[in-house]
């Protein structure tokens, strides 16, 4: 069952490596939020070095979303869709393979390139580390629960905004408590508890978007 | 193998497409369904791969219902991707359906060993089909499934499915294809939809 | 065995034409007499006279909270059985309860000011319910976005269970976190800790709101059959037109 598994992920990847669209864009439209912020703020740069890490979230969190679009479309379109329904293994397993590699191609991209961002905003360096521990364990959820509005949505015409929109209700504790671990940790409070949240956070959608995922697809079908 | 369709009933939103439809196959056999547009030949080839539960009747193999480990389901669209190359592609298949045979076997099948390391987008629709019909090679399952095969495909194109089709039936496997075309399964079985009742 | 036809809802139909104008009837009694015992309760010694929105921001929070639990049950009704009646149960209830949910939030609003000193504070209670309803705005754009009804009813249903985790989040929040919000007061295992003389016009309201919702409900549900009728017809006559 894993070699089916691994060339779901593998394919994926290969394709967002190559589709030259989807992880670059993703990376490109953080940056420019980040960018963006200190010309709304001011020339205020106490200021944007506190928001920084909350900035940062920010900028994660729309990226993922908006990337969110065609996940499963992309497959509808073209008929491979059908091809996963009939592989020799449960949907639900697809759809977090289909997970893995999205958040391996757009998500952990986002992780990687926060510290460096955050530097532009003036956080400083303890700061840095907290957000950028705090997006490894939230981006995740933010793809898991993004698999449920990329199945519900998969045969409607690719309106990258509308599954964003369709998400982000749910998605919101993930930014709570991903921003509120930051902050305890950047406080120097204790910073275990929202840590914990959220990482059970991440834990609860990484089971619940591929099973509702894929019941979405499943009732789409006629 | 035997092949069973019982009073199969299909909806389409609130058309009735068909009811109580009923055919059987046996190991070496192949089904043709013909009708004209919009009769439900797609809907019907889907109805037996489990994609779409029926409003009513059943899809029995041997007794039991139908395992998706059992058929291939080679669908109006080619579920090729553009960015992968031919050999890509098979490869993804093959995995994925837990395939034993070689891709290149099946390229060669196909006529397509010449492509196999260019970017599938740069294919014309006649051999983006031939990759998707590749995709019946690499993996043995008994029963196939085809929906409009000879889409696109020229006077080689279809020689080499009746080709492949033949070998299949004289391995004992089954056939069901709907179709408009002409199709040269020797010795295929007509169920028409569209028309008078099944 | 032939195919059956798509359930009839004759009897739904009777049974709304009767129903609807009792709901109202019983909504317009009740609201009446809940507005009348409401201006006559004491007011609070602390807030005074503003205490009163809570006659009307409290009992919308419970409709919008159980019209999202009735929604959940009618995507049971469509993903379990393919019911076609929960399809249409769902797709009514929606923009009532996403009404009463801004009713909710505005009085609250209203209320908060005086009270908080704030229009709106992100805590724990508010913000689940804004996220209710921005889930509601979710459901009603699934709605129109697609065109067939069976499939978009399918993707609503996913759509509204999926949403359904955030329901006991919404009760329990302000237990789970310390809030600005009052905590639970009525609907509590202990017995309510609301004194008698402001509970009654509270629960009279509640009432009716209730039957408001069930006559607006019911008539939804009509309409919507209604809808689905003609567009049928239409269906029907284009495809005789083509033979």
């Given at each position: 069952m894993i070699a089916p598994l691994a060339a779901i992920v593998k394919r994926d990847l290969l394709l967002a490596v190559r589709a030259g669209g989807g992880a670059g864009v993703g990376l490109m439209f953080f940056l420019a939020v980040v960018v963006v912020v200190p010309f709304a703020v001011g020339p205020d740069i106490p200021l944007i070095a506190r928001v920084g890490p909350a900035v940062l979230w920010l900028g994660a969190f729309l990226a993922s979303l908006l990337g969110l679009d065609g996940l499963f479309?992309?497959?509808?379109?073209?008929?491979?869709?059908?091809?996963?329904?009939?592989?020799p293994v449960p949907l639900e397993l697809v759809a977090a393979a289909k997970g893995l590699a999205h958040w391996l191609a757009t998500g952990l991209p986002l992780v990687v390139l926060a510290p460096l961002l955050g530097l532009l905003l003036g956080v400083e360096p303890r700061a840095l580390g907290a957000v950028t521990l705090s997006l490894l364990v939230g981006t995740p959820a933010l793809t898991f629960l993004g698999l449920v509005g990329a199945a519900i949505a998969v045969a409607l015409p690719r309106s990258g905004l509308f599954v964003a929109v369709l998400t982000l209700p749910l998605a919101i504790p993930i930014l709570i408590f991903g921003v509120g671990a930051t902050s305890a940790a950047i406080a120097g409070e204790a910073a275990a508890a929202p840590f914990k949240f959220a990482l059970s956070l991440t834990l609860f959608f990484l089971v619940l978007g591929p099973a509702a995922a894929a019941a979405a697809l499943r009732h789409a079908r006629d | 193998m035997r092949l069973n369709i019982e009073g199969l009933a299909c909806r389409r939103g609130e058309r009735v497409l068909f009811d109580g439809l009923s055919f059987a196959a046996e190991a070496g056999d192949a089904v043709v369904v013909t009708g004209p547009n919009g009769a439900g030949k797609t809907s019907l080839i889907r109805l037996i791969a489990g994609l779409t539960p029926p409003q009513a009747g059943a899809v029995v193999v041997d007794g039991a219902p139908l395992a998706r480990e059992s058929l291939h389901l080679i669908g109006h669209l080619d579920a090729v991707k553009g960015a992968l190359t031919v050999k890509e592609n098979l490869a993804f298949s093959r995995a994925l359906l837990g395939g034993r045979i070689a891709g290149e076997t099946a390229l060669e099948a196909l006529g397509l060993a010449a492509l196999s390391e260019l970017p599938a987008r740069v294919l014309s629709a006649g051999q983006k089909r031939r990759l998707a019909l590749a995709r019946l090679l690499v993996a043995e399952r008994p029963l196939w499934l085809l929906d409009e095969p000879t889409a696109s495909l020229d006077a080689d194109g279809q020689a080499r499915l009746a080709a492949i089709v033949a070998a299949h039936r004289a391995k004992n496997g089954i056939v069901v294809a709907a179709t408009h075309a002409a199709l040269d399964f020797p010795g295929a079985r007509e169920v028409r939809l569209g028309g008078a009742p099944a | 065995m032939p195919i059956r036809d798509l359930a009839n809802p004759h009897r739904f139909l009777a049974l709304a034409r009767a129903l609807v104008p009792a709901f109202a009837i019983l909504a317009a009694l009740l609201l009446g007499l809940g507005l009348v015992l409401g201006f006559r309760a004491p007011a609070d010694y602390q807030q005074g006279e503003t205490v009163r929105i809570m006659y009307v921001h409290v009992p919308a929070a419970w409709i919008a909270l159980g019209t999202w639990v009735l929604m959940a049950a009618s995507a049971l009704g469509t993903l379990v059985w393919r019911h076609p009646l929960a399809d249409v149960s769902a797709k009514a209830a929606a923009p009532i309860g996403a009404a009463f949910c801004l009713l909710c939030l505005v009085t609250g609003a209203l209320w908060g000011r005086p009270m908080w000193g704030a229009y709106w504070v992100w805590d724990a209670r508010l913000t689940s319910v804004l996220v209710l309803f921005l889930l509601y705005l979710g459901v009603l754009a699934l709605w129109r976005a697609i065109d067939d009804p069976d499939r978009a009813a399918r993707a609503a249903a996913v759509l509204t269970l999926v949403g359904l985790v955030n329901i006991p989040i919404i009760k329990f929040s302000v237990d789970w976190w310390s809030t600005l919000h009052q905590p639970a007061s009525v609907f509590r295992l202990g017995g309510s800790t609301i004194h008698p003389a402001l509970l009654t016009p509270l629960l009279v309201m509640a009432l009716g709101f209730a039957a408001l919702f069930l006559a607006l409900y019911l008539a939804a549900m009509r309409n919507e059959i209604l809808r689905r009728r003609v567009r049928t017809a239409h269906i029907l006559a284009a495809a005789r037109a083509e033979r």
């Open positions: 479309s992309a497959d509808h379109e073209d008929g491979s869709l059908d091809l996963l329904f009939l592989a | - | -």
